[in-house]
Structures are given as structure tokens and as C-alpha cells.
């Protein structure tokens, strides 16, 4: 059991290997006209470019991003996540979390930020699956970011949105992904 724990926190911390420039993840995202209209019409938005996700029976999620409020990046963040379930694998994935107005943005950033076992994200790219666990209850796929025909909606004032860059993750498993924030120090 030891083992299966240390591959899982060596796939997690291998997260910052994984990861490419915030700027990457967005190009990656407007690639889909569906997610193109969320960076036009919301308040803003949490990315996180690489979010690494492993599992063997207990897995776990870990990835850092940014957010921004109408165009400005204003902190940091961190999801983490813990699942428990039947699962097999590892998967290296991008997020990004769109808020319809102030008061989503508000919430989220408020400190701790815990998405509910409802909550539900499109996965705009192939290799994507349905699944109750990362961030809730269903996703959809298709085979390229261009050709996506699911919707994504807001949902208590947040729109998800996930990018699956590589790996493979069977899982059954139930978990909500937990947030934190820290806002960018003022410069004096």
C-alpha cells in the first residue's frame, strides 16, 4: 500500500513537469467556439494548466492556477482533491472555471471554496469520459475542441470546463474539489 501511495504523490508532484504557461491553457481553451463566448461574457475565470490525477482504489488530484477578474489576474489558487472508489490510473488534465458575475467570483475567492458533488464540467476534447468524481456528476467528449458539440452552462454562477492533456483514468468514485485562494499583494 505504501507503494501505491508514493507513485501517487510522485504523479502529483510531477505536476509541475506537466505544466505549461497560463497563456497555453487559455489558447487551448478559446480553440472551442463554445468556450470562446464564456472569455467574452463573464466576470472571470480560475485556469489551472495542469491538474495531475492518479488513483488506485484512493487517488487524489493536485494542480495551481490563476484568477482573473475582467481581464486582470488578481491571485492564485489551488484545487486539491481526494477521492475514494474504484479507480485505476493517472491523467493530466487543464481546468478552467468561469464566473457569470460578482457574486460567483465572491464566493469563489472567499478563502476555502468546495465545489458540490453536483457540480458538473464539459470536457472539450477526446479521451474525456462520464464520470461522478473530479468535478461532479457528468462530462461529455468529442474528438477535438473544434468539433465539441456539448454545452457548457452556468451552474450556481460557475461554467467548468476541463482539457484532458494525456493519460488514462478508469474510476467510479465520488470527491469534490476543494479551492483556496490567496490574492496578489498590492504593490505600495
Not at 487551448?28 to 468556450?35: D, G, I, L, Y
Not at 467548468?160 to 492533456?165: A, L, N
Amino acid at each position: 500500500m505504501k507503494k501505491i501511495f508514493l507513485v501517487l504523490i510522485a504523479f502529483l508532484l510531477s505536476n509541475t513537469v506537466l505544466a505549461n504557461s497560463t497563456s497555453d491553457a487559455v489558447n487551448n481553451f478559446k480553440k472551442s467556439t463554445q468556450v470562446e463566448k464564456f472569455f467574452d461574457q463573464a466576470y472571470g475565470y480560475a485556469i489551472f494548466p495542469t491538474i495531475g490525477k492518479g488513483g488506485f482504489g484512493v487517488g487524489g488530484s493536485y494542480g495551481e492556477g490563476s484568477v482573473f477578474k475582467q481581464g486582470k489576474k488578481t491571485g492564485t489558487t489551488t484545487m486539491a482533491q481526494v477521492t475514494i472508489g474504484f479507480q485505476l490510473g493517472g491523467q493530466a488534465f487543464s481546468e478552467i472555471i468561469f464566473f457569470e458575475n460578482k457574486e460567483s467570483y465572491d464566493s469563489f475567492t472567499s478563502g476555502n471554496f468546495e465545489f458540490s458533488a453536483q457540480a458538473s464540467a464539459v470536457a472539450i476534447n477526446a479521451g474525456a469520459n462520464a464520470q461522478t468524481s473530479t468535478t461532479g456528476s457528468s462530462a461529455g467528449a468529442s474528438t477535438s475542441p473544434e468539433k465539441n458539440q456539448q454545452q457548457g452552462i452556468y451552474q450556481n454562477g460557475m461554467a467548468t470546463f476541463t482539457y484532458i492533456k494525456g493519460g488514462l483514468m478508469y474510476e467510479a468514485a465520488l470527491g469534490g474539489q476543494k479551492f483556496s485562494f490567496e490574492e496578489l499583494k498590492k504593490k505600495d
